[in-house]
């Protein structure tokens, strides 16, 4: 059965710390692996990931995919209040997409 | 761009009646979804539609749920009749596609009650 697992599920961190969340998979014809940050309203878009080993960054944010073992990391260094949110992690696959249920971030000031 | 826009952004009603959810997505994108999501549940895929034709749908709970995309720039989700358990924020997507499902944008949902 395809799944998105995502870990932790939740976690509060002081300002200025760095985070690693986990993101592992199972999806029959994998075709890309997708990050998301939602806050209260709709979820926006992060990272789009094909390819093993390459890192895509934007700021602070940071992803890598390993499509041997199947997962994800998304890094945030030197979080600030402004990154707690809920981060989506979406996998898909031929004709569908799965997303993981999710890990709630609270920067603490 | 005004992004993918919804309506209404809030529906209360009760349970039996019909509700009908209203998406434009934005101009020129030709991928269209519908999510549903809930606490217990998250995130999860109802329906897409590439280029206004339903793809997937096997996320579609029951007979009760239809979606229509009559032409590039609307789709609807019907639910008919409503049930409590349909409560939930209900989102509509959009994305130009590639070879994969790409980057969505997500318009800012409907929240439905059903009592």
């Known amino acids: 059965e395809d799944k998105v697992v995502q870990s932790p599920l939740s976690l509060v961190v002081h300002e200025g710390d760095t985070v690693t969340l986990n993101c592992s998979y199972e999806?029959?014809?994998?075709?890309?692996l997708l990050w998301y940050k939602q806050e209260k309203k709709a979820p926006t878009f992060l990272f789009m990931l094909t390819s093993s080993g390459i890192e895509k960054k934007s700021g602070r944010l940071s992803s890598i995919l390993d499509k041997k073992e199947l997962f994800s990391i998304l890094n945030i260094t030197a979080t600030q209040t402004g990154d707690s949110a809920v981060y989506l992690c979406a996998v898909s696959g031929r004709d569908k997409i799965i997303f993981g249920k999710g890990t709630r971030l609270h920067i603490l000031p | 761009d005004a992004g993918v826009i919804q309506s209404p952004r809030h529906e209360v009603t009760e349970m039996g009646q019909e509700v009908t959810l209203r998406c434009k997505p934005i101009?020129?994108?030709?991928?269209l979804f519908w999510y549903r999501q809930t606490m217990m549940r998250g995130l999860e895929l109802l329906i897409y539609f590439n280029n206004n034709v339903p793809i997937d749908d096997s996320g579609m709970p029951e007979d009760r749920f239809s979606a229509k995309m009559p032409n590039a720039s609307f789709s609807t989700l019907k639910i008919q009749p409503s049930e409590p358990r349909d409560s939930a924020v209900y989102f509509c997507?959009?994305?130009?596609?590639?070879?994969?499902?790409?980057?969505?944008?997500f318009g800012p949902g409907t929240r439905l009650t059903v009592l």
């Open positions: 997507a959009s994305s130009f596609p590639t070879t994969s499902v790409g980057e969505q944008f």
């Open positions: 999806v029959t014809n994998f075709r890309s």
């Open positions: 101009s020129g994108h030709n991928s």
